[in-house]
């Protein structure tokens, strides 16, 4: 059997078991598996991602059979079918060459930011948010296709050493953040260890001065490591609580003493008001110290009411200090002579006034006259301030 091609004719075969119209029916049966063959590649090439590779090669498998020529049929179509499939698939190849080169060039690009938000991120000192943040660079990186050996290499080697860097940073950060909790764990304890010891103080006021001292070198210490730093707060609360509660309590009771005292002390004070005005100055002297006697016994009353009873006191107490003072004028011998003797002088100074002004009259030098008038008046004004005083004397 032959098969005639442009130029000859190519032995496809022989057939010995049958008529020639079956030998013909068999070698065109295999021409037309080529067709099927041909036309399958074409729809892979078509509709598939099959690379240009492999696509060449299933092409020079059908070519090499199409070379043999074990087949009957039109071999020039077969052969333009491969060639223009060979087109296709280079046509597919170029395309893709570009396509890889966008998408290589899109990744260099992409890494390229990698690195530079990577760089950036090293030198943050947002530690928890900075190291998700670079986490997720890596995934993204992983992501993205590798470029040229050379470029890959140095955009990972900057892309790692910004990781390396902040990696470092953060470890000597919590290396040194560590160390201070660890300092403020110690300050803490010797605190606690303080507060325990004053929690039973009955020493109210400088205690409390010093709870409060303490609790600003609590604040002052830091934090410590989470897992001492709740167990040192509850046992330095719980000491204070204690103090507290004890000091609530004895001023509660305090408070309520001090109450009573205040009614006690408001009636005193009421009672010492009705010795006014003072009448009986000897009755009035007794009956206040009688009173003040009581104050003392009596203690202390709440700060804040301290100033209103206290002057209520105060007051009779000045009246009764007033009282005296007058008693002590009134009674004074000595000050009632020299009242006596200052009243006799000016009595005299008057009575020779008037002599020298009917002198002066009789001579009928007025104006002398006048003269010594104005001075009269003057004298006669001290005479009666002077006898107004020693009617205070009883005189």
Known sequence: ????????????????????????????????????????????????????????????????????????????????????????????????????????????????????????????????????????????????????????????????????AFSKRRKAHFAQLDAQREEARKTKERLVAEAEALSGSTDWGPTAARYRELMSEWKAAGRAQREHEDDLWNRFRGAQDIFFAARSSVFAERDAEQAENLKLKEALAGEAEKLLPIGDLKGARAAFRSINERWEAIGHVPRDARPKVEGRMHAVERALQDAEESEWRRTNPEARARAEGLTGQLQAAVDKLRSQIDQARAQGNNAKADKLERELEGRQALLDQALKGLQDFGG
Not at 72 to 98: H, I, N, P
Not at 112 to 127: G, R, Y
């Open 1 to 164: 059997m032959y098969v005639r091609t442009a130029d000859s004719e190519q032995v496809a075969g022989s057939w010995q078991t049958g008529s020639p119209e079956q030998a013909l029916a068999y070698f065109e049966g295999k021409y037309d598996e080529l067709l099927v063959e041909i036309g399958l590649l074409e729809r892979r090439v078509r509709t598939t991602d099959l690379s240009a590779e492999d696509a060449q090669t299933a092409i020079d498998h059908i070519r090499e059979q199409v070379d043999a020529y074990h087949f009957v049929g039109d071999l020039e179509a077969l052969t333009a079918r491969l060639d223009r499939l060979v087109g296709t698939v280079d046509k597919r190849r170029e395309e893709r060459s570009q396509q890889r080169a966008v998408q290589s060039d899109e990744a260099r690009r992409a890494k390229e930011a990698l690195v530079v938000e990577a760089e950036e991120l090293a030198q943050s000192d947002q530690w928890r948010a900075a190291g998700e943040r670079l986490r997720a660079l890596v995934d993204t990186w992983k992501g993205l296709p590798r470029l040229d050996r050379k470029v890959d290499d140095e955009l990972w080697h900057r892309f790692s050493h910004a990781r390396s």
